[in-house]
């Protein structure tokens, strides 16, 4: 196991701005150097909220930027390509074509998938620490509107199973791309053979099996046209993800208490996180945690993931349920036999995979969005717990994309944005800098 010597808290503030700095394209934070040349979606809102209570006017270019990609549809793209590397990721502009959709943003070219819509969550979060309140209150007014096109696009494109929650139609749109939630509704695809080229990648990553059934979804729904009719009646991967419909419930609530600065009525958010949590009860709890929703199968996952958490977000989620996930979360199944939190997936499940990228390993965004959860639960122990579990793996392991949830030892991309930026987020009140 490659470990170092712990650092201290000053020290890792600072080697959390180089990493962030080295990362700055001038408008926007890129995930890691080499692997991850552009802009994505979920990686750059976390960078805002881990920015949020230092550089109020940083945070909100962050998010300007990644608005720049947003289509006419309202959706929020998963990557916003930077010119220069333009193909050096797979794949790149010439396969998503979104320059062909008129509803594409003109100046830039993006993908044609979005990612959980944790925006005006962080809006929130930077309006809530913001030092420099005048920028805040301006960012949120200029934001706002384009914050809610983005909600209006996946309550009326993305409801495709009718029950009030949105729909993921890529692994990719989780975030959470190799997660054992989405397998069975992916082996039931039919198999496919792609002609593409991957760039070399650690074994960490995916088998070319995996990834040619992502790359047949996105043929399908680009040959479409990103035609909405074709997501609802067609296209074959359609997952009502309880991560992504927690992390959208959090960011109805925000809009909602966001509205007064915005001058907009706060009363379509507040019915709207009403509807979500509804939803949520109604289709996705099962046995103890929510589960993914496989539309096309009409079954739930039977394994149980760390997206499993996610409606752990919404602050008026009942004490019984809240209960019974923290339960989970703490016992032998996460962290309960982990050395370090949180796995990816349950240990004791057979997809549970130490190594591989989002079958095991630990992530920093999702640690903070379940200390997040735990704190809007007033669940101090839990906050603690997840705190200083996670600055205990950057500490040892530096700012790398995950984790070996057992021994804390590092994996993939070195050098990691989001593993830098929700550190700062968790030193805030014990370093300057
Ligand atoms: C990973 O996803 C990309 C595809 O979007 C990939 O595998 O190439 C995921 O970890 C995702 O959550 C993350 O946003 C992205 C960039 O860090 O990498």
Same mark, same amino acid.
């Given at each position: 196991?490659?470990?170092?010597?712990?650092?201290? !808290? /000053?020290?890792?503030?600072?080697?959390? *701005?180089?990493?962030?700095?080295?990362?700055?394209?001038?408008?926007?934070?890129?995930?890691?150097?080499?692997?991850?040349?552009?802009?994505?979606? *979920?990686?750059?809102?976390?960078?805002?909220?881990?920015?949020?209570?230092?550089?109020?006017? #940083?945070?909100?270019?962050?998010?300007?930027?990644?608005?720049?990609?947003?289509?006419?549809?309202?959706?929020?793209?998963?990557?916003?390509?930077?010119?220069?590397?333009?193909?050096?990721?797979?794949?790149?502009?010439?396969?998503?074509?979104?320059?062909?959709?008129?509803?594409?943003? #003109?100046?830039? $070219?993006?993908?044609?998938?979005?990612?959980?819509?944790?925006?005006?969550?962080?809006?929130?979060?930077?309006?809530?620490?913001?030092?420099?309140?005048?920028?805040?209150?301006?960012?949120?007014?200029?934001?706002?509107?384009?914050?809610?096109?983005?909600?209006?696009?996946?309550?009326?494109?993305?409801?495709?199973?009718?029950?009030?929650?949105?729909?993921?139609?890529?692994?990719?749109?989780?975030?959470?791309?190799?997660?054992?939630?989405?397998?069975?509704?992916?082996?039931?695809?039919?198999?496919?053979?792609?002609?593409?080229?991957? #760039?070399?990648?650690?074994?960490? &990553?995916?088998?070319?099996?995996?990834?040619? &059934?992502?790359?047949?979804?996105?043929?399908?729904?680009? !040959?479409?046209?990103?035609?909405?009719?074709?997501?609802?009646?067609?296209?074959?991967?359609?997952?009502?993800?309880?991560?992504?419909?927690?992390?959208?419930?959090?960011?109805?609530?925000?809009?909602?208490?966001?509205?007064?600065?915005?001058?907009?009525?706060?009363?379509?958010?507040?019915?709207?996180?009403?509807?979500?949590?509804?939803?949520?009860?109604?289709?996705?709890? !099962?046995?103890?945690?929510?589960?993914?929703?496989?539309?096309?199968?009409?079954?739930?996952?039977?394994?149980?993931?760390?997206?499993?958490?996610?409606?752990?977000?919404?602050?008026?989620?009942?004490?019984?349920?809240?209960?019974?996930?923290? &339960?989970?979360?703490?016992?032998?199944?996460?962290?309960?036999?982990?050395?370090?939190?949180?796995?990816?997936?349950?240990?004791?499940?057979?997809?549970?995979?130490?190594?591989?990228? *989002?079958?095991?390993?630990?992530?920093?965004?999702?640690? *903070?969005?379940?200390? #997040?959860? /735990?704190?809007?639960?007033?669940?101090?122990?839990?906050?603690?717990?997840?705190?200083?579990?996670?600055?205990?793996?950057?500490?040892?392991?530096?700012?790398?994309? $995950?984790?070996?949830?057992?021994?804390?030892?590092?994996?993939?991309?070195?050098?990691?944005?989001?593993?830098?930026?929700?550190?700062? !987020?968790?030193?805030?009140?014990?370093?300057?800098?």
């Amino acid at each position: 196991m490659e470990s170092r010597a712990a650092v201290d !808290d /000053a020290a890792l503030g600072r080697e959390a *701005w180089s990493v962030l700095d080295a990362n700055w394209t001038g408008s926007a934070t890129v995930p890691a150097p080499g692997l991850y040349p552009h802009q994505w979606n *979920w990686d750059s809102t976390f960078v805002a909220m881990g920015l949020a209570r230092w550089d109020t006017r #940083r945070a909100g270019t962050e998010l300007i930027s990644l608005l720049a990609g947003q289509w006419g549809t309202g959706m929020v793209p998963h990557i916003v390509f930077h010119p220069v590397h333009a193909e050096g990721y797979f794949p790149g502009p010439s396969v998503w074509r979104s320059q062909n959709h008129p509803a594409s943003p #003109r100046a830039v $070219c993006t993908s044609g998938l979005t990612q959980p819509p944790l925006h005006a969550l962080a809006l929130w979060w930077i309006w809530r620490h913001a030092a420099d309140r005048d920028t805040a209150v301006a960012l949120v007014r200029r934001l706002y509107p384009m914050l809610a096109a983005q909600h209006d696009y996946l309550a009326t494109s993305r409801d495709l199973g009718g029950g009030g929650l949105a729909a993921i139609v890529h692994p990719w749109e989780s975030g959470m791309d190799d997660s054992p939630a989405w397998d069975t509704a992916l082996e039931a695809l039919p198999p496919v053979r792609h002609p593409y080229h991957r #760039r070399e990648e650690s074994s960490d &990553r995916h088998p070319d099996s995996r990834h040619d &059934r992502y790359m047949a979804l996105v043929l399908g729904y680009r !040959d479409s046209g990103y035609d909405p009719a074709y997501l609802r009646d067609e296209h074959p991967f359609a997952v009502e993800d309880p991560m992504f419909n927690g992390i959208w419930l959090a960011s109805c609530q925000a809009l909602a208490e966001l509205a007064p600065v915005a001058g907009a009525d706060a009363g379509p958010y507040r019915e709207a996180v009403e509807r979500i949590r509804a939803a949520l009860l109604e289709r996705l709890w !099962d046995d103890g945690v929510f589960r993914a929703r496989d539309l096309r199968g009409g079954r739930l996952s039977p394994v149980c993931t760390i997206g499993c958490f996610g409606p752990m977000l919404d602050q008026g989620m009942p004490g019984e349920r809240v209960a019974e996930l923290v &339960r989970v979360l703490e016992s032998a199944r996460f962290m309960g036999a982990a050395g370090y939190p949180v796995p990816s997936c349950e240990i004791r499940a057979q997809q549970f995979d130490r190594s591989c990228y *989002w079958r095991g390993p630990s992530w920093v965004n999702t640690n *903070w969005l379940l200390r #997040r959860a /735990a704190a809007a639960h007033d669940l101090a122990g839990l906050v603690r717990l997840l705190g200083s579990g996670t600055l205990r793996l950057v500490r040892q392991a530096g700012f790398r994309e $995950c984790f070996d949830p057992f021994d804390g030892s590092g994996r993939g991309s070195r050098d990691f944005s989001w593993s830098a930026a929700l550190t700062l !987020d968790l030193l805030a009140d014990t370093v300057e800098r």
